[in-house]
Structures are given as structure tokens and as C-alpha cells.
């Protein structure tokens, strides 16, 4: 499955290997974090109200410093509409804490639209699963977090992880499954009914993920 890159306006490293197919958008100030990577991006898109220079991307869509969309889901709405079920977004969260909460937001919500999406924070990644599995296998290490992303998540468990639930409701005021642990084990999170943020080690994702 060919791959959407979206890079945001927070400064980070961009370590991405696009193959043929892939496509990279830099959304707003998201261009500028491109140059500095020296990554050409397919698009620019967004107001630009955050740009300190010159746009000098081939192809740009700007839009309206007032909108009802960010800038972020203006390029995963794009991203969707050339066909791309598979988006991953690089600076996006770890800023400023509203920018964070709004688009950890975008995350549950595409994820329920059946789009497979994630968020690159560092060496962290952030994904959901809704109304099913992810599963690690034993080779998995470090840390995991799953919040619910809704007010109350129905039939989750965790297991093969240090801390383990079983059949449990998740609520989103309630930050149960902060800071779990891999253990050596094959690990597996599902939940019955609603969609679960998890948050871990993004080789974790890479390399020992799969999902049911």
C-alpha cells in the first residue's frame, strides 16, 4: 500500500524513504521542515500564516488564514481524495498542546473512517485501532500507553504486557493504561467496541505490529 507523507509545522527530523507511489505534502510551515531536511515535498498546502519565507514548492493549494479546517486535516482531506488510505504525519504532536489535542482529534477520527493512519513523534509513534486488535509480537520492548479516544471504550484487554485487563470499559477521563510495559511476550490490544489511541516505540510499530 503506497504511502502519504504530511509534515507539520513543528520542527523535527524527517526520516522518510518514500518508494514509488508515495506522496509528500507539506502542510503550511510543514514546507519550510521539508527544505530543512532537504525532502522535495509533491504539495504545499495550507494558509501559510505560519511561513517565515519564500513558497517556492512546485505545486501549492493555499487556502484562507480563517477556515474551518487546520492545516493538518486540509492535507489528510487531500491526501484521502488522491486515494490514500495508508497517511502518516510527521510534526504534528509533541508542540504546543492545543495543536496536540487537535490533532490526536484527526487521529481517532480518520481511524474510524477506515483510514490507516499514524503520528511520528520523534522515536514515538501514535496510532488507533477501532472495534479491533493490534497485535506485537514478543520481540516488542519499551513502553505502551492506550487511552480511549472516545467517552468510554467497551471489551478492552491488554495482554502479554506487564499490566494486563481483561474485558474492561476504557474511559477517557481515566488515564488506566498510561506507561505499560512489553515484557518478552507477544502482546496483544483490542477493544470490542469504540477506538483506542496507543502510543510506543515507533520501531515498535514497524517492526512488530500487526492488526486484526
Not at 520542527?11 to 518508494?19: F, G, L, Q
Not at 517556492?56 to 487556502?63: D, G, L, N, S
Not at 482529534?105 to 477506515?114: D, M, S, V
Request: proline share 2%; aromatic share 8%.
Amino acid at each position: 500500500m503506497n504511502t502519504c507523507y504530511i509534515v507539520c509545522a513543528l520542527d523535527c527530523k524527517v526520516n522518510i524513504k518514500p518508494k514509488e507511489g508515495d506522496f509528500i505534502i507539506g502542510a503550511d510551515r510543514g514546507y519550510q521542515v521539508l527544505q530543512k531536511n532537504k525532502i522535495e515535498p509533491n504539495l504545499a498546502i495550507g494558509d501559510f500564516d505560519s511561513c517565515d519565507g519564500k513558497l517556492e514548492a512546485e505545486k501549492v493549494i493555499r487556502y484562507p488564514v480563517k477556515k474551518d479546517y487546520t492545516d493538518s486535516e486540509l492535507a489528510i482531506m487531500h491526501a484521502i481524495e488522491l486515494g490514500y488510505k495508508k497517511i502518516q504525519v510527521w510534526g504534528a504532536i509533541g508542540g504546543n498542546l492545543d495543536h496536540t489535542i487537535a490533532n490526536l482529534a484527526l487521529l481517532a477520527k480518520y481511524t474510524e473512517q477506515g483510514i490507516d493512519i499514524s503520528f511520528v513523534d520523534g522515536e514515538k509513534i501514535a496510532f488507533a485501532i477501532n472495534n479491533s486488535s493490534a497485535c506485537f509480537s514478543a520481540k516488542a520492548e519499551g513502553r505502551i500507553s492506550v487511552f480511549s479516544a472516545v467517552d468510554k471504550a467497551f471489551g478492552v484487554s491488554e495482554k502479554g504486557l506487564l499490566y494486563e485487563l481483561d474485558n474492561k470499559t476504557l474511559e477517557s477521563s481515566t488515564p488506566l493504561g498510561v506507561s505499560n510495559e512489553f515484557v518478552a511476550k507477544d502482546a496483544t490490544i483490542s477493544v470490542q467496541k469504540g477506538t483506542l489511541i496507543i502510543y510506543t516505540d515507533k520501531k515498535n510499530y514497524e517492526k512488530h505490529l500487526t492488526r486484526k
